[in-house]
């Protein structure tokens, strides 16, 4: 789920390294061949859907996110909150990715 999270907040727009380091992000959050096929993934517009179960028994997938883009998604969650459009979901997120702020 932190996956999906993450690439919805990510910005559409920067300069062109910030623009590379998130097309390589997004990459890396983005569910392979192998994972749709084991998590049953199907996507219906705005809504994902998978297999708990399998994804319980997969384990969670580690994600390198370097300092840069860490700065990028702390960025794009403050934003979010000052707008006050910062959902329920991202609670957990904004926490690992803004911490001692409340």
Known sequence: MER?????????EGDITTLRLIRSLR????????????LHIEADGMRVQWDGVAAAAAGPKEVEIGKK????I?????RMSAAGSLGMQ???LYGRFVPNED
Not at 4 to 12: D, T, V
Not at 69 to 72: I, S, Y
Not at 74 to 78: C, E, P, R, W
Request: overall charge negative; proline content about 3%; charged content about 20%.
């Open 4 to 12: 999906l999270l993450l690439l919805g907040i990510l910005p559409a």
């Open 27 to 38: 990459e890396n959050l983005s569910f392979n061949e192998a994972e749709h096929e084991a």
């Open 69 to 72: 883009a860490t700065d990028v």
């Open 74 to 78: 702390a960025t794009a969650l403050k």
């Open 90 to 92: 991202c609670i957990d």
